[in-house]
């Protein structure tokens, strides 16, 4: 599984987030556009995640994800923060990237080999760093995506 099978250019964006919250409702934004499924029903999904733990998961990095009945693949959104925020990462340390990714309620072993998949490329300190250097959303994409491209 790729970065490019969960990420298209248009889920990659800059936020302006105050608030774990706030940024959650803005990725869920995001996302609505994207799935077609309701921004409230998205957040909901989110929050009820993360009452059963953070998903910051230390370094700056969060990756907030969910299961919805009503997806039939994988989707994922990508923002950098303009500035990092409590997240309540296991870590303590604010967040500036965050990954979020939705999966249809049937993904069981896809949807663990995407969060895997998406750990491995925000674990790798180099690539963090230059998304956090990146200027514009296609620049962002192509960090995320470039390893893959690569490998071809």
């Known amino acids: ?21 706030q940024a959650l409702q803005e990725l869920a ?14 957040f909901d999904t989110l929050l009820e995640r ?11 990095i ?3 994800h969910g299961k919805l009945a009503e997806l039939s693949s994988l989707h994922g959104v990508f923002a ?32 663990l080999k995407a969060l895997a998949r998406v750990s491995r490329l925000l674990r790798d300190t180099v ?5 956090r250097g990146a200027t514009n959303t296609d620049g962002l994409y192509m960090l995320l995506t470039q390893s893959e491209a690569q490998a071809a």
């Open 127 to 131: 690539t963090c760093d230059k998304l």
């Open 1 to 21: 599984m790729e970065i490019s099978d969960l990420l298209k250019p248009d889920a990659v964006l800059t936020l302006k987030a105050s608030s774990k919250k």
């Open 80 to 111: 950098r923060l303009h500035k990092p925020i409590d997240f309540e990462a296991i870590d303590d340390l604010p967040v500036d990237l965050i990954f979020l990714l939705l999966a249809p309620e049937q993904s069981g072993a896809d949807h």
């Open 29 to 42: 934004k995001h996302a609505a556009q994207i799935t077609e499924i309701g921004e409230r029903k998205i």
């Open 62 to 64: 969060a990756i907030p």
């Open 50 to 60: 993360e009452r059963l733990g953070t998903t910051g998961v230390g370094n700056g």
